[in-house]
């Protein structure tokens, strides 16, 4: 089921009526929110509800068990149980045919003439979030992180709470689990200002992302030419917003309807496309995924705790990882070595060519650094090697002849809003949707959200499901 859906509409119309009911206390309540979410997840594909019972009980158990053994041996297992089933489902799901292909490549280089067999299997929708998120869970208990879900109820809704469910924030156990052990009911301006959220992120994705973006990018990543520089760094600018509109608006969405239950999510973007270099970008972008990669890779990896080289090692390690967790493809990778490449390049300019970043320069460092990310959106975006080694070629012109297919138009509307885009993360990067909410007196505020619910009627977009959907 989709945000950008009316039959989602009449589901969380539905949901809301049965949680504000005065009928059902709050056992009642998480019981009806656990079966919403399976139905959320199940009209996807039924059978996939299975993955996730298994994960919540291994990790339930695992956790159960590692709340109360003593013995390391055994809290070992239990710890290892868990990975062992959840990143066993990511490999057999995700990276089975990705890693059966690369063998078949390998082994055929030596004349074996092997030949694997395709099971065309389906990717569970979002398996890559809710399989993080609960491992989380039984990682922080080995390490004795957190305290133990109070009731079965409670872990589970934690692992298939349906606002974030598919696509994000990835939550922490403390942070989520331990909302949901008194009854929460939204104030009457968290409930406003959760539809407000929700409308800003329906706005995103089906104005910006899907009307306005999508077509230029899926133009220029689905040509089969050698295309201009132009076309090019155009598509790659569309894909730049598109993912960010489209992702962000996720998010926004997530946090808008958790917050019209009364339970809080945490901020997911904070005007990434503003970042001052590539650790302020990561602080900014997907903050959930790399909070989790820093506290689950990169620290157990060594760090900064062992010397200069083994940080090095540990960041590239943390993002080709990190590149491998968004798809199975070596695009994927190189997209991960290439943010790893920057964040080495940075610390070293750090050590060896420092200089005070000023209001000055810092709106410089800010494009130069959207560039270099839109570098490396080709490898994202492009469905294979040669096409974005070819988008590469095009934008830095090292070939000539390059076609256009861009109209004018095309090119004028994604550098407008493109545009636009970089300089509100700008202006916005020190401070937040509600702080400036605050300032704007309310019938503005009623007039842009009148705006954006009419332009969201009106827009031309098909009801496309969200990129991270994929992951």
């Not at 009316?6 to 969380?12: A, E, M, P, R």
């Not at 089933?85 to 092997?114: E, H, I, P, S, W």
């Not at 975006?381 to 095309?410: C, H, P, V």
């Amino acid at each position: 089921m989709l945000f950008n859906s009316l039959s989602f509409v009449l589901f969380l119309v539905v949901v809301l009526a049965l949680y504000y009911s005065k009928f059902l206390n709050w056992t009642s309540k998480k019981g009806m929110l656990l079966l919403a979410s399976y139905i959320f997840y199940g009209l996807w594909n039924p059978p996939l509800v299975a993955l996730l019972w298994i994960s919540t009980m291994v990790d339930w158990t695992a956790g159960k068990k590692l709340s109360v053994e003593e013995n390391e041996r055994k809290r070992k297992m239990w710890l290892i149980l868990s990975m062992v089933v959840n990143l066993g489902f990511l490999a057999f799901f995700k990276y089975r045919d990705f890693l059966l292909d690369n063998f078949t490549t390998v082994v055929n280089t030596y004349g074996y003439g092997y030949q694997s067999q395709s099971m065309d299997i389906i990717l569970p929708m979002g398996i890559s979030f809710y399989t993080f998120q609960t491992m989380s869970y039984t990682i922080d208990m080995y390490k004795r992180k957190t305290q133990p879900a109070k009731t079965f109820l409670d872990f589970a809704l934690y692992v298939t709470f349906f606002p974030q469910l598919v696509a994000g924030p990835i939550v922490r156990a403390q942070d989520l689990i331990t909302q949901f052990y008194e009854e929460k009911k939204a104030t009457v301006n968290q409930f406003i200002w959760g539809i407000f959220l929700l409308t800003i992120g329906l706005f995103q994705k089906v104005v910006m992302a899907d009307t306005l973006l999508s077509g230029t990018a899926d133009k220029v990543f689905g040509s089969d030419k050698l295309l201009h520089g132009v076309d090019a760094w155009i598509g790659t600018l569309a894909f730049s917003g598109q993912i960010f509109f489209d992702f962000a608006g996720y998010s926004t969405c997530a946090i808008g309807i958790a917050l019209m239950l009364g339970i809080i999510l945490p901020d997911n973007f904070k005007y990434p496309y503003a970042s001052l270099g590539f650790s302020d970008l990561w602080k900014r972008w997907h903050i959930t995924l790399s909070s989790w990669l820093r506290d689950y890779l990169y620290i157990p990896l060594g760090g900064n705790r062992y010397g200069i080289l083994r940080l090095y090692v540990a960041l590239m390690v943390t993002m080709l990882l990190g590149g491998l967790w968004h798809g199975a493809a070596w695009t994927f990778i190189v997209w991960g070595g290439l943010h790893g490449t920057y964040l080495i390049l940075e610390r070293l300019q750090r050590r060896y060519l420092p200089f005070k970043i000023t209001k000055w320069n810092g709106i410089f460092l800010a494009f130069i650094t959207f560039s270099c990310v839109n570098i490396t959106w080709v490898f994202f975006r492009a469905r294979e090697f040669d096409t974005a080694w070819n988008m590469i070629k095009s934008m830095f012109y090292m070939q000539i002849d390059g076609e256009k297919i861009l109209q004018s138009f095309s090119i004028l509307k994604v550098c407008i809003v493109v545009g636009l885009l970089f300089l509100c993360h700008w202006i916005m990067r020190n401070t937040s949707m509600k702080e400036v909410s605050l300032k704007i007196p309310l019938w503005i505020l009623g007039i842009l959200w009148a705006v954006m619910l009419f332009l969201i009627a009106i827009a031309q977009g098909s009801g496309e499901q969200f990129i991270y959907f994929q992951f």
